[in-house]
């Protein structure tokens, strides 16, 4: 495997003041620069592409339902019209032998929505809970 290249399964998540948050997938890390199309006066041949603002995507956490409530306890405060309780985190991606290989912080998450697990007496998969936040921006 070339050196510049990471693997995608060796990952942690950093939540501020929450003890334990184990994931078995991350996604939304993203950052999108909208573009501006200006239209020059007298000049019918071209369209100035422009960068316009900044758009981050939400973060979305899956994880196999664990015993601790404590993200939900957060998603409800947050629901309850309680926004200061935003919080920083952070994604980190590791190599085999352990070591920090990359880090994204993010600031002042909160979470937006909360999907429960699909539930069937038929199925023997595990139950996934899903948690998407919406933060601030990298930091």
Known sequence: MDGDTFVG???YLQIEGVSKAV???ISGLQVETEIFEYAEGGNNGFVHRLPG???VGNITLK???AGSDELFKWYMK???GKLDDRR???VLIYNTEGEELQRWNFIKAYPVRWVGPSLD??????????FELAHAGLG
């Open 88 to 90: 920083n985190l952070s």
């Open 63 to 65: 994880r196999g339902l």
């Open 78 to 80: 947050i629901v309850q």
């Open 9 to 11: 399964c060796r990952f």
């Open 53 to 55: 603002p900044i758009r």
């Open 23 to 25: 994931f078995a997938e």
């Open 121 to 130: 007496a038929n199925n023997s998969s595990v139950a996934i809970e899903t």
